[in-house]
């Protein structure tokens, strides 16, 4: 195949890169093989096991999972009242349009 190039462009002295293929250079390994995301809860027994892949749990672990699941979900909840609250105090606005502050209609 030949290339016709035109006399303003310069060709740098660059060598292609092999092509690897599928092959990949990095692959990571799977420190687990489930994440433990469902729990089923024997209460007679006092047992937790996951939902997913039938591992038997330390109920203490399920227990901190729950709770700093519940922290993160109360920390987005106050982040979203905080939000709402900034909105409802803000009267003017600028307009998208021509660049003017404009009052917030709010009814």
């Known amino acids: 195949m030949k290339v ?6 310069t060709v740098l002295p660059v060598k292609p890169r ?3 293929g ?13 994440w433990h995301k ?16 039938k591992e038997k749990l330390n109920p203490m672990w399920v227990l901190k999972q729950l709770s700093h699941a519940e922290h993160r979900y109360h920390e987005l909840h106050a982040r979203y009242h905080d939000e709402l609250k900034r909105l409802a105090e803000r009267s003017r606005t600028k307009c998208q349009h021509c660049g003017e502050m404009t009052r917030i209609s709010k009814s």
């Open 18 to 20: 092999p092509n690897l």
């Open 22 to 34: 599928d092959e990949r250079v990095f692959t990571t390994v799977p420190t687990h093989t489930c």
């Open 4 to 9: 016709t190039i035109d006399d303003n462009v």
């Open 38 to 53: 469902r729990y089923i809860i024997d209460d007679e027994l006092a047992e937790v096991t996951c939902a997913d892949c």
